[in-house]
């Protein structure tokens, strides 16, 4: 007894959302079935796909269902020649899939026979759908780039966005808020360096969503997103499209040189970013954190009567207890100074890192080697497999084996074309690598020299290479007992109670020798 399977397919989210579509598309094909007296195995649907596709995820669970069950006799029903697809070569693809199986098709709006002239209008009507799929998608682009254009977004907004009815712009994009508030201070604390990391952004963001009573939760990827928004600035721009940059038909909440300036800081890394108003007599004003509030700390130059200046560092957060109360830079400066000269990294303990990081990297570089061999080869592969069906190609006279040998062919140029956009990293040498380490465990060996300099520079460099959280200054309790840097405390874990226990004859350790103190320890 012959089965029925029925196939709905709806291209757009709107179809989707809205209800419209696979619902009624079943309920005919139903009708039909119940018509020709085939009882209903299953339905399948697929929402929002595109026809041009040949996998789609429940195609491919009909196809499956059908070859889990090889002893049914099955008929598979759709509405429109179109929602079995709207591609020439896809059309063809599950045509012969259906065959080999023992699967008739049954159409609502053509009848499938054998003979050639059904074939050939089969073939008609499946060019039809596709230049009707072309053609919508050319006149949907025209018009989305024509508003792109014109300065209006057709897309999906980001967050801080959302669109508003107009009378003369149709819908327009406004400020989301409370968001695009968030984000815009964000982003301003950012360009000015009191956030001067992303996951400062992060941790900033989220504070301000519990403070609000937003249940949302915002991660590093989403940061960068917000950070490299134009559309907050009030711009448009669509490279795609060849749209180039230019004002938008609505107002962002950020300025374009504040986008500008955010930009530079997130393609520039190759030194500490400093804020706009690093002044050299304050190298730490932004950087430490009050112990009230947890803002950052300022700092400026007080007149006494005289007109003696008297550098001082306060915090100005309103509402603070701590607000305007003056702290001596000369105590502060002191008090960090002993902070980095709490837990210095003493020679046998550099001399020991840089083996066991050597020995990390040799290792390194070791499984990336292999990677790289690896890479190349499955890329030799894919190449000499293409060459092989395009000799085939040339060999066959079957037009069926040469659609399917094509089709292969295109994946396999993708396949090739992905693989040949992996890079691998400029291998360093060991010689490159060990002068690098050392540099910089000679700053962590005695970072309060390197921070006496007088150069902003260095004194940055020290602070960011200690510390990826601002520590809090109490005048009290001092710095207490910051949290180092990741890496900082990874080197200076390699000097702990364990591994300083361990007699060190000498300062050149063999790789033998290496590798049992790392056990030991």
């Given amino acids: 007894m012959t089965k029925a399977l029925i196939y709905c397919r709806v291209s757009s989210e709107r179809q989707v959302n809205e209800g419209n579509g696979n619902g009624s598309q079943e309920q005919r094909c139903r009708n039909r079935a119940r018509e020709k007296g085939w009882p209903v195995s299953k ?73 050639e002239e059904s074939e050939y209008a089969e073939l008609i009507l499946a060019a039809g759908n596709q230049y009707q799929r072309k053609s919508n998608r050319r006149q949907v682009i025209q018009k989305q780039k024509a508003r792109l254009e014109k ?100 107002d962002g909440f950020i300025s374009i040189e504040t986008y500008d300036a955010v930009q530079v800081i997130l393609h520039d890394r190759s030194k500490p970013k400093v804020r706009r108003d690093t002044n050299p007599e304050f190298p730490l004003r932004g950087l430490i954190l009050c112990s009230q509030c947890n803002k950052p700390l300022t700092a400026s130059f007080h007149h006494g009567h005289k007109g003696q200046k008297y550098p001082h560092y306060f915090c100005k957060t309103k509402g603070c207890a701590l607000k305007d109360k003056s702290l001596h830079r000369a105590i502060i400066h002191e008090d960090f100074s002993t902070l980095l000269d709490e837990a210095p990294l003493d020679k046998p303990m550099k001399d020991l890192a840089i083996a066991v990081l050597t020995d990390v990297w040799g290792q390194h570089q070791s499984q990336q080697i292999k990677e790289q061999l690896s890479h190349h080869k499955e890329v030799q592969e894919v190449t000499d497999t293409i060459t092989r069906l395009t000799e085939r190609i040339g060999k066959t006279t079957s037009n069926t084996l040469v659609q399917t040998y094509e089709a292969e062919l295109e994946k396999l140029a993708v396949k090739k074309e992905q693989l040949s956009d992996v890079s691998y990293p400029t291998q360093l040498t060991s010689e490159m690598f060990g002068t690098a380490t050392r540099k910089v465990l000679d700053v962590l060996e005695k970072p309060v020299t390197m921070w006496q300099s007088d150069s902003l520079d260095d004194k940055l460099t020290v602070f960011f290479m200690h510390f990826d959280q601002k520590p809090v200054y109490d005048k009290n309790l001092k710095f207490g007992t910051p949290n180092l840097a990741q890496p900082v405390e990874l080197i200076r874990s390699l000097g702990s109670a364990k591994i300083s226990s361990v007699e060190m004859p000498s300062n050149e350790l063999g790789s033998e020798e290496i590798h049992q103190k790392r056990l030991q320890a």
């Avoid at 989403?222 to 795609?240: D, H, K, S």
Wanted: glycine content about 6%; charged content about 25%; overall charge negative.
């Fill in 43 to 115: 339905v399948f649907p697929d929402e929002g796909v595109s026809g041009k596709l040949f996998e789609r995820p429940a195609m491919r669970q009909l196809l499956e269902y059908i070859d889990s069950h090889p002893s049914d006799k099955y008929i598979v029903i759709f509405d429109d020649l179109s929602r079995f697809a709207r591609d020439v070569q896809v059309h063809i693809q599950l045509k012969l899939e259906f065959e080999k199986r023992g699967v008739k098709r049954e159409c609502l709006n053509f009848g499938f026979d054998d003979s």
């Fill in 151 to 250: 300065g209006y977004w057709p897309f999906c907004l980001p967050p801080g966005l959302i669109n508003e009815k107009h009378q003369m712009h149709g819908k327009i994009s406004v400020p989301r808020e409370p968001f695009a508030t968030i984000f815009k201070t964000a982003i301003e604390n950012f360009q000015d360096r009191l956030l001067t990391t992303q996951l400062d952004v992060v941790d900033f963001i989220n504070n301000e969503y519990k403070v609000r009573g937003i249940s949302k939760v915002i991660s590093l990827h989403g940061v960068q997103l917000i950070l490299t928004e134009i559309l907050y600035a009030g711009y448009i721009e669509y490279p795609p499209w060849e749209v180039t940059k230019r004002k938008a038909a609505f």
